[in-house]
């Protein structure tokens, strides 16, 4: 179970999820944040090792930001329209 924290920054309740990275074959993609926590597919009742997806509306791209000055990275999950 993913612990649920409060936002240092705005001190508001965090929402649990997890980053997916659907990269094959060397291809370059965005990092997508998940909404809850990882339920791995069955095959046959063989548990495999790629968790479900939401549905595409509900998959936020990750951003990342970096302060030019310590190199700081945050990563947020937002909604890119377009």
């Given at each position: 179970m993913i612990p649920i924290r409060e936002c240092p920054d705005c001190g508001v309740q965090m929402k649990?999820?997890?980053i997916l990275d659907k990269g094959h074959s060397n291809s370059?993609?965005?990092l997508k944040w998940n909404?809850?926590?990882p339920e791995?597919?069955?095959f046959f009742g063989?548990?495999?090792d790629t968790p479900r997806t939401a549905k595409k509306d509900e998959l936020l791209d990750v951003v990342a930001?970096?302060?030019p000055k310590c190199g700081l990275l945050r990563t947020y999950a937002v909604k890119v329209e377009g």
């Open positions: 649990p999820g997890f370059n993609s965005i909404p809850g926590e791995y597919m069955k063989w548990s495999m930001l970096r302060c």
